[in-house]
């Protein structure tokens, strides 16, 4: 016979029911979070072993300095321009699911090869040198690394927004306690991950560097990278799909062509004829563009790649505006590249002891991200919020200066020291002179780093449309990578001066005078930015605001949000 429950027992059988669904999905929360954080803890290991590349191909594959310089600047702009393609594929098919499992499966696949290239695992020799490194090693190497590249865009693109999704709740959007419960509880799920990932740092930071034969040195992220690749997999299937919505840049593509539709149309100067003019106001500048906004023949239904707004037509006209402002970050990349390149090759033929203790390299890009974090942040505190962006781009242009100038006169001072010890031609002694010489010129670098970053992003946040505003860490990233790639080009302009400053060997070449020509460089670039940025005509104030926007003045939107 059935009894109903008394409504105190009733009530508690429920309380007990969505208590134990609660655990229960915090359990499986925190077990995907841990999956897929995994992750980004093999990222870090990969980071440093790919951070001491540059020795690894002057010292055993025994190439120049340029060479080898030019092999991972090239690489370092490969990998955030396939960012950004990456994230038009997951918006527009793939979804962050699929991206971060095709991408971990090319990851692991790049870190094994580039295990494999090394002279001991398939070498015609175990030494590690040039002689054993034979045709089947290079072949290896040139495969690992844009497969590497492939690993590296796609866990930038898709691995902190999953992460986000994973550990959602579906009452996180919700006003009040139950909001900031959920909130503390995704702390909770995260702060034992962010401890994880510190101990990883420090064990790639300072362990990777202490084991000897490059084979384990790239070895062990490669194994670790397809342990965590499998332990992504095994929760594969439960994890919240992330479904793609459609990216916005397709919106730029779609402008030009519904203009080039109308090609033989007139410039509409009547309001009336434009599709959707309530959305925006409609400018005067790029005016040929207003073509795609003009509307379809009575009877024709307005489809995405015939007609656009006037909304679609104006953002398209801000990203075109922006390209001169855009092309003066690029020389802000040229000077961050000499930083894993060039310091590195210098640091490695240094003094590294401190006491007893032998200084690791990898140490410095500890040392750079946390001084990079820092300036990041002191820029956020001190600087006027409404003129951030423009003024923290022209102080990283400024510090870009500062470190060039540095580090001319510190490689002057190491040239000397090469010399008066008589080392000219013994490439591989260590100098007499501390690495911790170079310490300036990385805080410097750092500084440049921090703050062209953070101000960077600020400037496109502002100027760009709101749906853009997932990409700006890529776009950021993008124009730094055209820098890296663009460094290969002025080494090459500044390599036809004779006599050549670029030796086969360090010791023989004439850095100091090539980072010389960088701070010239930096400070006509800083002059071109300050013209630029004057004559920039900034976003336009919302529909209703009759307030005019002159050229080189910030409204008040301009503050980061």
Known sequence: MYTQLPPCFSDMYIIINLQISFVVGKVAMAASFVRISALAWADVLAAFAMYVMMNYLTNVWNLDTTHAAGIINIWNGITPALAIVFAVLVDTFMGDRYMLAFSSIA???????????????????????????????????????????????????????????????????????????????????????????????????????????????????????????????????????????????????????????????????????????????????????????????????????????????????????????????????????????????????????????????????????????????????????????PIGIATSMIFAILCCVTASKVETRRLHRVRDDGLVDNPDASIPMSIFALLLQFMLLAAVDGIANMSISGFFRHQTPEPMHKYLPHFTKGVFGLGSMASVLSVYVVGNHKPNWFQDTLNKSRLDRYYMVLAVLSAANLVVFLIVAYFYKYKEPPVGDSAEVESGEMDAGFEEK
């Not at 991950?193 to 034969?213: C, E, T």
Request: hydrophobic fraction near 40%.
């Open 107 to 389: 990851y692991s696949i790049g870190l094994g090869l580039l295990s494999m290239s090394t002279p001991p695992v398939l070498g015609p020799c175990h030494d590690y040198n040039e002689q054993c490194i034979g045709h089947t090693q290079k072949v290896l190497f040139y495969i690992a690394l844009p497969l590497i590249s492939v690993g590296m865009a796609g866990h930038v693109v898709s691995l902190p927004p999953f992460v986000d999704l994973q550990t959602k709740s579906e009452n996180e959007n919700e006003n009040g306690r139950g909001a900031e419960t959920e909130e503390g509880t995704k702390m909770l799920i995260q702060i034992p991950g962010l401890i994880i990932l510190m101990v990883v740092m420090i064990a790639g930071g300072v362990g990777l560097s202490y084991i000897k034969p490059w084979s384990l040195r790239f070895g062990i992220p490669a194994i670790f990278s397809v342990v965590t690749t499998l332990l992504f997999f095994t929760g594969f299937l439960s994890y919240k799909p992330s479904k793609p919505e459609g990216s916005p840049l397709t919106t730029t593509l779609r402008v030009f062509v519904a203009a080039a539709r109308k090609i033989s149309q007139p410039i509409p100067d009547n309001p009336e004829k434009l599709y959707k003019k309530e959305d925006a106001r409609s400018t005067n500048s790029l005016r040929f563009l207003n073509k795609a906004a003009i509307k379809l023949p009575q009877g024709q239904e307005p489809t995405k790649w015939k007609v656009c707004s006037v909304q679609e037509v104006e953002d398209t006209k801000i990203g075109i505006r922006m390209l001169p402002v855009w092309l003066t970050f690029i020389v802000i990349g040229i000077v961050l590249s000499i930083g894993n390149t060039y310091f590195l090759e210098q640091a490695d033929h240094m003094d590294r002891k401190l006491g007893n203790i032998k200084v690791s390299i990898p140490i410095f890009l500890m040392f750079f991200k946390a001084t990079s974090s820092t300036f990041a942040h002191l820029y956020s505190l001190f600087a006027a919020k409404k003129f951030a962006p």
